[in-house]
């Protein structure tokens, strides 16, 4: 235990968050291309009072978008407002994994796990992109420390439940949790389980009632009509080990823990959802967030029990300390640093490509185009896209949950500003360089540093 209450956990903690806060903060002000901006337009659209499902397309569970229509309806297109959801997400995920290990294990394993999780690189990079997944992870963990602390199923199910309808990959642990559950104690199954369904079916009978397949193909069997690229998820699985490998080295101490009872039921959770990521369709860096608040718990533990069974002097002890600290602080300095110079750098070119767009168009005139940039365009310039259709991304059209063709039959004699980024994104389609060759006139072209080039062309 720490006697001296300058070390006190509840004294560090304050300080994570600070140092947490600094770090992220360039972040939170700068405007980037990215899958968030369609969330962001997303917002904008219901926020002006559409539905989504049905007045336009969106491939997740409700609860994110809500809320940032919510924020965009008060506070209209405010960057700062908006990232600065995720980045609370995170704290409160870290508040949860300090008391989960302070509670179950000890001071030393909460200070060393709220460590762990909010500096490693996933974590910090994240925490300031609107992707749901920090909303989700934050339910999730919140959920399980009503269940494992707390030992309050009902609590524990609804915050399960509201996780389930912000992001679907937060069911894999949920389903885990409650097969322990069930094995354990059927009353408190019963408990766990109806509180969670009161949430899950609620909402998603609700949208089903209203949609039918146009809320169920989007947001259920669309991920699993992804198209798959093993080189590329193999890459994606290897480059997230690789840049958070102190999480990782810390829960694989778990093999040297004497009482793996502890932690069966994270260590199942964690090893069952890793599992799974290998097999999915299309793997994003950002799905790993799910798991990193239990990894977090089960390296604190595994270290503090290491430090404790060692067989040395405490002078010893310490000395190990004073070597593995600095490789710590080594680690996240440089991805600070590589955060402060190419993770949160801004858009270079969104304020030229912004006032050319501006100069370049009439009040009626749409855009349209790749959705990593033409929603935060759109937001900046304050003009609509076209058929409110926000989400082009690949999958969209390989997995034939809309009809590319259509899609651009309806751009047809429409004012446009068509926005592409070469190479990428879906100007990789056959029939949308013939749509733009044989409708549009090329304008301009910009690079950026970062994202490659954009293409703007004009089509009337």
């Not at 829960?251 to 069966?264: N, P, R, T, W």
């Not at 039921?265 to 860096?285: D, E, H, Q, R």
């Not at 967030?289 to 595994?302: C, D, H, Q, R, T």
């Not at 680690?331 to 955060?339: G, K, P, Q, R, T």
Request: hydrophobic share 55%; net charge positive.
């Amino acid at each position: 235990m720490l006697k001296n209450k300058k070390l006190s956990p509840y004294f560090i903690l304050p300080l994570f968050f600070a140092v947490f806060f600094l770090i992220s903060f360039k972040g939170l002000a700068t405007a980037q291309p990215g899958d968030e901006n369609v969330y962001y337009y997303m917002g904008k659209l219901i926020a002006e009072g559409k539905i989504p499902y049905g007045d336009f397309l969106y491939a997740h569970p409700p609860l994110q978008i809500y809320m940032i229509a919510l924020i965009y309806k008060m506070l209209g297109f405010n960057i700062f407002a908006l990232k600065i959801v995720p980045l609370i997400s995170t704290l409160i995920s870290a508040f949860f994994v300090f008391k989960i290990a302070k509670e179950k294990f000890g001071d030393a394993e909460a200070i060393v796990a709220t460590a762990l999780f909010l500096f490693s690189y996933g974590i910090m990079f994240n925490s300031v992109f609107s992707f749901g997944v920090e909303i989700a992870a934050m339910l999730l963990i919140a959920g399980f420390y009503f269940l494992w602390n707390k030992t309050n199923y009902v609590l524990s199910g609804l915050f399960f439940g509201l996780a389930s309808i912000t992001r679907l990959l937060s069911l894999v642990p949920i389903a885990v949790i409650l097969f322990f559950v069930f094995l354990s104690n059927r009353k408190n199954f019963i408990k766990l389980s109806s509180a969670f369904f009161a949430v899950f079916l609620l909402v998603n009978g609700i949208f089903l009632a209203i949609f039918g397949d146009n809320y169920l193909t989007p947001v259920y069997k669309y991920h699993f009509l992804k198209s798959f690229s093993y080189n590329e998820n193999f890459m994606e699985y290897f480059d997230i080990v690789k840049l958070n490998w102190v999480l990782f080295a810390s829960a694989l101490l778990f093999i040297f823990v004497e009482d793996k009872k502890k932690l069966s039921i994270p260590v199942f959770i964690s090893a069952i959802y890793l599992i799974l990521l290998a097999f999915l369709n299309k793997l994003f860096g950002f799905y790993f967030m799910v798991i990193f608040p239990f990894l977090a718990v089960i390296g604190s533990y595994g270290i503090a029990n290491i430090f404790r069974n060692l067989n040395l002097a405490k002078k010893w002890k310490i000395s190990i300390a004073a070597v593995l600290f600095p490789v710590f602080l080594w680690n996240l300095s440089s991805d600070v640093m590589f955060l402060q110079k190419t993770g949160f750098p801004g858009f270079e070119r969104g304020n030229d490509l912004a006032q050319f767009a501006n100069s370049n168009s009439n009040e009626n005139t749409l855009l349209f185009g790749d959705d990593s940039v033409v929603p935060l365009l759109a937001l900046m310039v304050n003009k609509k896209i076209a058929l409110d259709f926000v989400d082009t991304n690949n999958q969209v059209f390989i997995a034939r949950i809309r009809d590319l063709d259509k899609i651009l039959d309806d751009l047809n004699g429409k004012d446009i500003l068509f926005i592409i980024r070469s190479k990428q994104g879906i100007s990789a389609f056959e029939s949308v360089r013939d749509f733009l060759s044989q409708n549009c006139e090329f304008l301009s072209a910009f690079h950026d540093r970062m994202e490659g080039d954009y293409l703007v062309y004009r089509c009337k």
